[in-house]
Nanobody, 126 residues
Framework: QVQLVESGGGLVQAGGSLRLSCAAS????????MGWYRQAPGKQRELVVF???????NYADSVKGRFTISRDNAKNTVYLQMNSLKPEDTAVYFC????????????????????WGQGTQVTVSS
């Protein structure tokens, strides 16, 4: 019923920038929190940043001042502007949406938790 599709990953040199996008699709009428997580090889998935429907944000210390999250509630889309990229930012970046309100095929309102995108690779070369 609800799908997240990311785009915008790629290869960039250290100090460069990338912009990730994540669009949620389905018969959605509300999304509480959207965010980005990342997972580097051999490491656990970690929170990068999230943003609530009201615009409150929470950044990991490692990306503060370099990454900026934004959100278009009308389009159910979240963006991650990544500047001053470092090799340690290399990871697969996953989009997440939590507390998603949607209509079923029968028009019934439902809420789902913790949806994930398929991930997009970000590689920063030194």
């Amino acid at each position: 019923q609800v799908q997240l599709v990311e785009s915008g990953g790629g290869l960039v040199q250290a100090g460069g920038s990338l912009r990730l996008s994540c669009a949620a699709s389905g018969s959605i009428f509300s999304i509480n929190t959207m965010g980005w997580y990342r997972q580097a090889p051999g490491k656990q998935r970690e929170l990068v940043v999230f943003i609530t429907s009201g615009g409150s944000t929470n950044y990991a210390d490692s990306v503060k001042g370099r990454f900026t999250i934004s959100r278009d509630n009308a389009k159910n889309t979240v963006y991650l502007q990544m500047n001053s990229l470092k090799p340690e930012d290399t990871a697969v970046y996953f989009c997440n949406a939590d507390q998603v309100g949607y209509y079923t095929d029968y028009g019934v309102r439902r809420y789902g938790l913790n949806y994930w995108g398929q991930g997009t690779q970000v590689t920063v070369s030194s």
